[in-house]
């Protein structure tokens, strides 16, 4: 089985690796059986709003990793094996490109600054003062052996956030800005993390020097540029294809069955070519809402059913999201009941004291490194939009959301620790031991005790539903507060008219505004050169919207 | 590796056989990029009407394998090796609840007896003659080494046609009772051949007699019973969770995620216990979307966005077609590759001459099979319906049609066939390796010549559209032809109105004929207590169409 022939990388081990017959039967029954009672208890405790699906996947995968220690004599507490490949070849996907295609457009170009700022700054920042803080308070702590390149990594591990949690807190209606920035920086906290985790697994240097830094930036850059590059052009090359082809046909299935492909090959590309999968399908996201979908409602639009197919399509959100949904709760699951896994907790040799030790550093770590880059962060960006008035400042309240909601640990975090620290989800090593249950007690507690703590602290800091709206308006728009172009990111059931008619409002607003010159250009751009070729909805500049 | 502890159903197979390091990257993103082309041609071709899909998929399948033989000096032209539990675990499932999710149930009930006796008794008597041939003329060949049970798992593998070509053709509009039971048996026909095959499985007798066919017979009942009380029980499960747990509740993205996993959960749970998981989630989503999809709805509705959302999800549906389309591209990409791997041909000694004797005598046993019960079955079914008038009479021309849509053979064949005569996608015994060939080359020679054939044919045999559609009306029914209740199966687009409506002109019909007068029992007791327990659409009887 071993001694394959010398075609055993196309001899493929995906198929192979099904082979054991119906093993594979009882795990996966057992695991959707699991998923299905997480879904259910989840709903049932939503009236607890301090409990969210993270917090319940977490604790039932603890309850049967529990019943499984037990019936298997202390042997495992888990169904599955964790492989990082599994999360990230068919988990991590669909998580991301979903992001990119339910993200409000508009409102991310228009928070494309603070975004970037909090979400690629903000990483570095973070990494820089964990890295350095794990590498001199480590060994303090009786705690030696790792690398500096595994500081690095470990920094990077723990820079990751999970935003899920503030963001079933946050009002979309209330606190538009707040609900973009968070969510906003979630999706580019979570590439620049891959990224820059990348970036730091070249690095074989055993000192840490100025020199070794800038190749670090430089890779990260390189990386960064590329990946982006290839999922956009994948978007492009989609929209083409759909533009080009298309017109006229009316197979919506196979239209949207090519996006979802090209989306998963660009993603396979970019981990082929060692550049970052997750940055690459997330702008193939974007692209592909952007032009592609409206090609294939286009194409459709010939057969007379305009609205009505206009609708299904931007309504197959839903299918995305439930996809990205349900991997969500998978890994959550998971983590919990990895919890319980005896032989990784026998084999870090170390006192519980010194464990202790650890797992307090870093998780002070984690709230100094967002400490240093968001409030001086804020202020920079206040600074830049000191002419936009008072509705795209961060109020210091704002400041603090921000900070806490980036403080929960998920599930890159945990597919990044077990990428460095295992081979293939086993440990050998007692150093590798203490650092994967190092991430999975912060990410338990992180997600488990900040998450319960979220909804009063938020509830604590944004009081009252009215006040809010009132502060909305105050800035005398003439739309409803919900017209606004500091509008939240996500919106699964934004619809191309409306885009269009919130679009005409906040045109002249936009020309006013310093900030925003750089994406009115881009807009002229897209309007001019960009649409005729690749296809997308009417602009509002050169057609009424009746026309569309 | 080999040598695991006791719990090693536990630890699972799944993810420790994605430990192999990247090295799935590369096959999983050619395959992808292969289907994304098969896509594009596909869409390209779509001029000429004798060009399918899969005789598409087929054909680069068989190029890119000519390329990889070569490339790898004769030694392989596959990317991934087949394993008929990728097939069953992972392809077949959504396919399949697309099937049963996608049935107009309204009228798949309506034409409920001509569809199983099709479906059911049509796959009994072809695989008794199927089987019956070839264990009388393989011998006369110099074909031998196969054992009775075999020879009967030949007939069941050879009895599941593939309907998907000829459904292309056929027009729901012009021809709606044909549609409708060359779709229905389609479904049937998949479900019956795959616990026929099991049963078959079960029998260990070295000869034929009527106690074995009784036995056979009678596992088969209880497999089709069982396995559609299970896939009944999830549907009904799933709508009465969704009913009485989410009233009012508004995450749309977690409901669907909960039936997606039940349905899922009682296919494997089909599996788990020997049944046919085909039929459980066939049953599964035709209660789904009877029951739970209303009450997605109806939850939905409490938040006054009924119209929207109601179409939201009615219109997911596409996010299931796409999911099916996807799986059949791949299966049929696979078969041409698969049709070059050299190993198998190499394997089977038998001279040029009794492999074409093979291939021709099975060909003719699959035409005679159908010849066998196709007419003598439309004789009976147009007994029965003889006081229904034209339109349910299934004329000599449409007898033609029937039996010609079900020559193709295809994904479902490849995929008993490798259940049966491979271990794990390796053969290396000769005579099994003749028959994995000999399963090959039918596909392929009836996907290929056969599908080629079907609209010539068809244009033939129903050649003008308007002389269609005026035979249609002659019934004299108040409504267009469309609104007719022998109306295609398959509908994207219905809509829960659309169905309202037409359920209303048809009662006052339905109740004059009697074959239908079990229907509308059904209809009373579904309106008197099952839709006050597991929710649905407001019944015609009741309410007024307003009120819903």
Redesign the interface.
Known sequence: MEAM?????????????????????????LF??L??VC??I???L?EYPWLNESITAILIGFVVGTI?LCT?KW??S??????E??FF?YLLPPIIFNAGFQVKKKQFFHNFFPIMLFGVTGVLISTSIVAAGCWWLFPKLGFNGLTISEYLSIGTIFSSTDTVCTLQVLSQDETPLLYSLVFGEGVVNDATSVVLFNAVQKINADTLNSHTALRIFLDFLYLFTTSTLLGVSAGLVTAY?LRG??VG?H????E???M???A??SY??A??FELSGILTVFFAGVLMSHYSWHNVTESSRITT?HS?IN???S??R??F??LS??AE?FIFLYVGMDALDYEKWKMSMLSIWTKMGIYSTVMMLILVGRVAFVFPLSIISNYMHRSGGDSTKISRKHQMVIWWAGLMRGAVSVALAFKQFTH??VTLDPTNATMITTTIVIVLFSTIVFGFLTKPLVDHLLPSTSSNSNTTNTRGDPGSPKEDMTLPLLSV?ESASENLSRAKDNLSMLMDRPVYTIHSYWRRFDTAYMRPIFGGPCSDENHSSSSC
Do not use: W
Request: glycine residues 2%; positive net charge.
């Open positions: 022939n010398e075609n055993s990388t196309l001899y493929s081990a995906v198929t192979m690796n099904l082979d054991s017959t119906h093993s594979q039967v009882v795990p996966i029954t959707v059986a998923l299905c879904l259910v989840g709903h049932l939503e499984i298997s042997k495992s888990r169904l599955l094996r964790f492989s490949e599994l070849i294809i082809l298309y046909r197979s919506s299935v196979r949207i069955a090519l979802v492909l090209v998963y090959l396979m590309l981990e082929l059913r009505l609708q299904i399509i309504k197959l839903y299918a999201a439930t949904f349900i709760t293939s989800g059931e």
